[in-house]
């Protein structure tokens, strides 16, 4: 088809947005299923919801940032407002709100969304991405937290990290609001003071900023609480070492009451956030509903995938596709589909070549797309039902029967 005069369409994805290749989605899968794996092993269970939700679920409660900088809403065609997601907390709180009677608590459960918050794109933001989401409901006291941050520690030690590229800060917003209390401030004073210490890093002339929140000037050395204390030591008998009491960690969100932490990757060349939770006890609040206290926290992919990448943790790229088979002329590519069933009803993955292609061909092919084994059938192997299964890795060939392929594939007996 001729496109004749006309702009040519970009092939990029949306800005900061991403394109997963099969190489990207295995490197993908693989964190998701390492978080799934450990979060079910705690006894979390898996729930999931729309990306849609109406826009008045963020107005009340969450992030003035997000909500006015930082959300795709739109109106509908039956003029509702609408937003794309931009975290899950809200939307796993409607559930719970929704269900509230007929649910069992202590309620633990997980969930692996897509998120969309419209920020500049950099390292480690983007305008999309996928976020684990462990949160436990109906426990008041610190045991919620020390079972939470000892999940997420054990995710970390699941991807392959040590204890000592990474370190957890933990604070708590009560203490912080104690401090405020001594200010003759208003509410959204002290928000405002919350917000701007949680970017304290970001930006420029802090004191003075903070000195015109609050009329005048705030020291945040205050000493750790009881609660962050107990959690601290009990995390430790709990084999976490790595947790460090850190009175200016605030948070972005409203909505949290209580314990805040955030996980940091020590490594000089990626001196970041990784991902972070708290407690919030009152987010049922904007459902009309009596309160249920809840921790959790959220666990961005692509700031995951960056700390993988700085401690050379990453998996190499191996494709779910075990066998290629190739067919020496077109005429055997039925007896390749043939063997090609049998083996799938073994458990075997196969792809089989469809086109008139020299073997050599084929062979590049199967070993572009990284698949680590490979049958020509021509002639010989019609008739005979004896093949060569080649290594594609090694170079390896060996002579089997028919009923071995699978055997010797499983075994990687080649
Ligand atoms: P959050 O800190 O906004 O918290 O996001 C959690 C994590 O998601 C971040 O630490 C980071 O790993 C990842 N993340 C956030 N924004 C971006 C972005 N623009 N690009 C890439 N990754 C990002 C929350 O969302 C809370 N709802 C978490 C929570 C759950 N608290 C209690 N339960």
Known sequence: MKNSGKKKLSTEPYKGVRDFYPEDMFIQNYIANTMREVVEKYGYAEYSSSILEPAELYEGKTSEEIVNEQTYTFTDRGDRRVTLRPEMTPSVARLVAARKRELAFPLRWYSVPNVFRYERPQRGRLREHWQLNCDIFGVA????????????????????????????????????????????????????????????????????????????????????????????????????????????????????????????????????SLFGGGRYDNLLDIFGMENIPAVGFGMGDVTIKDFLETHALLPEYAPNTDLYIATVGPEHIADAQELADKLREQGINVAVNMLDKKIGDQIKTAAKQAIPFLIAVGEDEAKTKNYIIKNLNSGKEIKTKEEEIADKIWSENV
């Open 141 to 272: 006291g610190i045991e919620a937290e020390i079972e939470i941050i000892s999940l997420a520690a054990n995710i970390m030690r699941a991807l392959g990290a040590k204890d000592t590229e990474y370190e957890i800060r933990i604070n708590n917003r009560k203490s912080l609001n104690k401090l405020l209390n001594e200010f003759s401030v208003s509410e959204e004073q002290k928000k405002e003071f919350l917000r701007l210490l949680d970017k304290r890093d970001k930006i420029e002339n802090f004191d003075e900023k903070a000195k015109d929140i609050l009329g005048s000037e705030i020291s945040l050395d205050f000493d750790i609480d009881a609660e962050t204390k107990n959690i601290i030591e009990e995390l430790k008998a709990r084999n976490v070492k790595n947790v460090v009491f850190s009175p200016t960690l605030v948070r972005g969100f409203d909505y949290y009451t209580g314990t805040v932490f955030e996980v940091f990757d020590l490594a000089p060349g990626n001196n970041r």
